[in-house]
């Protein structure tokens, strides 16, 4: 078993719809990183969550470290946010590293 | 700020020859962090450097090295290339301290024929 993993693997929307995507951790974390990766291969980083909830633009991401579980949300989708949205946990066993586990991803396509 | 560059983009080599591939991150950050993703394993922890450190490595075999200069800029080879080392090899950034945020740079694709 993975130590991350993230659902739906591929996600098709129409263009307004809103979007979750789940993950799964099963190990004690740091910190926790959505990613979003587009044609091309490079890497943005969304958001970086130890607890509760963040906010930016359309965007949202939630985490709960006793469920061990974390959402990315995009209200009113748009063509745009197609792309891979990756899930990655730093282990709290890391200690002072900074080593990132990842998901699988998820493939989002927003049709217009 | 400039972002992290990571040098060359593209890249053709041929089994059995070596590789070295260069990462610059973020004026002020000493953390250096490189990834391999693959279309088969997705993305995978190489290793990690830290003011010229290499503070934690993936399960890599030892032909995946690494360095750390003193400007934090970051190398890494690989030697005797095999087809399955053709990959996208992300480079990341961070404070190193006190955050876990990390910013990765464009990547550079090695092909291996």
């Known amino acids: 078993k993975n130590e991350v993993e993230q659902s739906p693997q591929n996600l098709t929307a129409q263009e307004g719809e809103f979007i979750t995507i789940n993950c799964s951790y099963s190990?004690?974390?740091?910190?926790l990183h959505w990613l979003q990766q587009h044609p091309g291969g490079g890497i943005v980083s969304l958001f970086m969550?130890?607890?509760g909830k963040k906010k930016h633009g359309r965007l949202i991401a939630t985490i709960n470290i006793q469920e061990k579980h974390s959402s990315l949300h995009i209200t009113a989708s748009h063509p745009r946010d197609s792309a891979v949205y990756i899930c990655?946990?730093?282990?709290?066993?890391?200690?002072?590293?900074?080593?990132?586990?990842f998901g699988s991803g998820t493939q989002l396509t927003v049709l217009p | 700020k400039a972002g992290v560059t990571q040098t060359p983009r593209y890249l053709i080599k041929t089994r059995g020859q070596q590789v070295t591939l260069s990462c610059s991150p973020i004026?002020?950050?000493?953390?250096v962090s490189w990834y391999q993703q693959t279309p088969g394993q997705g993305l995978q922890f190489l290793f990690e450097?830290?003011?010229?450190?290499?503070?934690n490595k993936g399960n890599f075999p030892g032909r995946f090295s690494g360095r750390q200069f003193s400007n934090s800029r970051s190398e890494m080879n690989v030697s005797t290339l095999e087809l399955g080392d053709s990959a996208l090899y992300l480079c990341?950034?961070?404070?190193?301290?006190?955050?876990?945020?990390?910013?990765f740079g464009p990547g550079t694709r090695l092909t291996v024929t």
């Open positions: 990341a950034s961070s404070l190193g301290q006190s955050t876990y945020e990390q910013y």
């Open positions: 190990v004690g974390i740091s910190a």
């Open positions: 969550l130890s607890s």
């Open positions: 990655a946990v730093i282990g709290a066993l890391s200690g002072s590293a900074r080593q990132l586990t």
């Open positions: 004026s002020g950050h000493r953390s």
């Open positions: 450097y830290f003011s010229e450190t290499q503070r």
